[in-house]
């Protein structure tokens, strides 16, 4: 049974720092990515990463502040979010690249105070 658990996002003021990480189950190593959704907003692309960890890209709005990992050893993929925007409050969520629409999990609420 596949499954993705986020976790590690909250409530930080702006200029501030999380890691989010997530669990993988039930399928074998792939490309990753994480993806975010704020109120009222389609689900956007953020980061991804190859299934190696050799190749990682960021959408525009995160690069230079966000940095995508992963340790295949435990399944899990991380996201470091530094320099935090308001505009970056959203839940966030993992998912194959490109994502497959049943793998979606709960995600984890990223709050970004001004």
């Given amino acids: 049974q596949v499954q993705?658990?986020?976790d590690g996002g909250g409530l930080v003021q702006t200029g501030g720092s999380l890691t989010l990480s997530?669990?993988?189950s039930g399928f074998s190593i792939s490309d990753m990515a994480w993806f975010?959704?704020?109120q009222g907003r389609e689900r956007e692309f953020v980061a991804g990463i190859s299934w190696n960890g050799g190749v990682r890209n960021y959408e525009g709005f995160?690069?230079?502040r966000f940095i995508i990992s992963?340790?295949?050893d435990k399944n899990t993929v991380f996201?470091?979010?530094n320099s935090l925007k308001p505009e970056d409050?959203?839940?966030y969520y993992?998912?194959?690249r490109p994502p497959i629409p049943g793998y979606w999990g709960q995600g984890t609420q990223v709050t970004v105070s001004s």
Avoid: F, I, P
Wanted: aromatic letters at 0%.
């Fill in 22 to 24: 997530c669990v993988a």
């Fill in 94 to 96: 993992c998912n194959r």
């Fill in 89 to 91: 409050t959203a839940v």
């Fill in 36 to 38: 975010r959704q704020a």
């Fill in 79 to 81: 996201l470091q979010m």
């Fill in 62 to 64: 995160v690069k230079g």
């Fill in 70 to 72: 992963r340790d295949n």
């Fill in 4 to 6: 993705l658990v986020e």
